[in-house]
């Protein structure tokens, strides 16, 4: 076992964010998770979300940056791929094509890859783990 073995990730501050998100909205958003988190936060937030007194809907999508540090505006501008995960049902779907048209004005489609939340957030964290080695 080693250093945390057993003990979960805080991810109290990714909910905070989303109990303000709930707090302020007036309708329904699509939450986007841009940083490296625990895998299952973007669940974790949907929670939250889904408790607003409000009624209202929201989607969670995980879209991880693949920035290097001294070329990260170039990787913006220019990035070899886009990764969204959302939830796999038709809103969630539907919320991932939002964003996939937003990056479609410069980004060639075929580097834009779809997924579901848990695999966008590993696929995160694995590529982490290579670059760290």
Not at 7 to 36: F, H, P, Q, W, Y
Not at 77 to 102: C, F, H, M, N
Not at 103 to 108: D, F, I, M, T
Not at 111 to 128: D, P, R
């Amino acid at each position: 076992m080693g250093i945390g073995a057993g003990r979960a990730a805080n991810i109290k501050n990714c909910e905070l964010c989303a109990r303000k998100i709930a707090e302020v909205s007036d309708s329904g958003k699509i939450v986007v998770e841009k940083s490296t988190v625990p895998v299952r936060t973007a669940q974790a937030v949907r929670r939250v979300l889904e408790c607003n007194d409000k009624g209202l809907k929201f989607q969670v999508l995980s879209n991880p940056e693949f920035l290097a540090e001294g070329t990260a505006m170039e990787d913006l501008k220019a990035p070899d791929r886009v990764l969204i995960g959302g939830v796999q049902d038709e809103d969630g779907i539907k919320a991932a094509e939002t964003l996939v048209s937003v990056y479609a004005n410069w980004v060639p489609r075929e580097q834009i890859l779809t997924t579901n939340l848990w695999s966008s957030e590993l696929s995160k964290l694995v590529a982490n783990a290579f670059l760290a080695q």
